[in-house]
């Protein structure tokens, strides 16, 4: 039986990083066949393109993965076997608050140490997929001080170590047609900073359910009930489940437009889900000062699919 090899993964598992881009491009579908060629032609020159920046600039640990979501999956690759867990985000709704499912067909989540490596290979990439593909949404993110959010906290605390990431973030044996891959679920969201800068630290730390400065868990009576790692934590027969999660502040700062973007790898899509569902049902704190602008589900293939994909194969 195959095992799963986080050499043959894409980089869904370790670096944050400290410029990121994220690009989600839509389909024109307008010529099935030429799109097919054009995405065949990319697979291949995608991975030619990384491969040179990492020469170009060796010492700016470009990390890239590519995704298909599952209306593209189904577009550019109807006769192929799907993921088992692959399928279009629908919105998770309750009273008070909406996470919305957007379109999106190629999913991009680029990070170097240097600007000028992410920008180079979102160009390339692009002049292989322009013709085919509209823009729906670009954004760029960063490394804030400590690598905490945006509102000033820690993040990552309770995602695995990373001698540990890769079980949860990678597809096994347990869909070997796909092993090696993994899906990632994006999601922007939009803070209100003003409302949270003017929470003292106190109740900052009971909404988030940690200590600003140190980091430190609160006990669970300090927390608010709906704190974030109390909403977000995901227990199934009262074991903890976890993503790999890598997510990156964005900001057009003079504009007040500040945010957060949520970056989730998965094993199972199922995990993440459940996350979301609960962080809804329990109203997590974060909602009650964000807007969620936008929500998907992208498939990533191994590099061994990658080159299925170049040559046709799938």
Request: hydrophobic share 30%.
């Given at each position: 039986m195959t095992k799963m090899n986080p050499a043959l993964a894409q980089d869904v598992w370790k670096d944050i990083g400290?410029?990121?881009?994220?690009?989600?491009?839509?389909?024109?579908?307008?010529?099935?066949?030429?799109?097919?060629?054009?995405i065949s032609e990319f697979a291949d020159r995608s991975q030619a393109i990384i491969r040179s920046l990492k020469i170009r600039d060796a010492d700016a640990g470009l990390k890239v993965a590519i995704g298909f979501s599952n209306n593209a999956w189904d577009y550019l690759f109807?006769?192929?076997?799907?993921?088992?867990?692959?399928?279009?985000?629908?919105?998770?709704?309750s009273d008070k608050y909406v996470m919305p499912s957007t379109p999106g067909d190629i999913f991009f989540h680029i990070r170097a140490s240097n600007e000028a490596v992410v920008y180079e290979a979102q160009t390339q990439f692009m002049k292989f997929l322009s013709d085919?593909?509209?823009?729906?949404?670009?954004?760029?993110?960063?490394?804030?001080?400590e690598g905490r959010a945006i509102i000033g906290f820690i993040d990552g605390t309770e995602a695995p170590a990373l001698e540990d990431a890769a079980d949860y973030a990678i597809i096994g044996d347990e869909d070997p047609d796909f092993i090696n891959g993994s899906y990632a679920f994006a999601q922007k969201w939009r803070h209100n900073m003003k409302f949270w800068e003017n929470l003292k630290t106190e109740e900052q730390e009971k909404a988030v359910g940690r200590?600003?400065?140190?980091?430190?868990?609160?006990?669970?009576?300090?927390?608010y009930h709906n704190a974030h790692n109390v909403s977000s934590k995901l227990e199934i027969d009262g074991v903890e489940q976890k993503i790999v999660r890598m997510n990156v502040p964005y900001s057009d700062p003079?504009?007040?437009?500040?945010?957060?973007?949520?970056?989730?790898?998965?094993?199972?899509?199922?995990?993440?889900?459940?996350?979301?569902?609960?962080?809804?049902?329990?109203?997590d704190f974060l909602l009650t000062f964000s807007d969620i602008l936008s929500g998907q589900l992208f498939f990533i293939p191994s590099r061994t699919m990658l080159e299925q994909i170049a040559d046709g194969e799938i």
């Open positions: 400290e410029h990121v881009q994220f690009t989600v491009l839509k389909l024109k579908r307008e010529d099935l066949n030429k799109e097919k060629e054009a109807p006769n192929a076997k799907k993921p088992k867990e692959l399928e279009t985000f629908e919105e998770i709704r085919i593909t509209e823009v729906v949404d670009e954004t760029k993110g960063f490394r804030y001080f200590e600003k400065f140190s980091d430190l868990e609160l006990e669970d009576e300090d927390k003079a504009s007040s437009n500040t945010g957060t973007y949520f970056m989730g790898y998965a094993r199972h899509w199922t995990v993440t889900k459940m996350m979301l569902q609960q962080m809804m049902d329990t109203t």
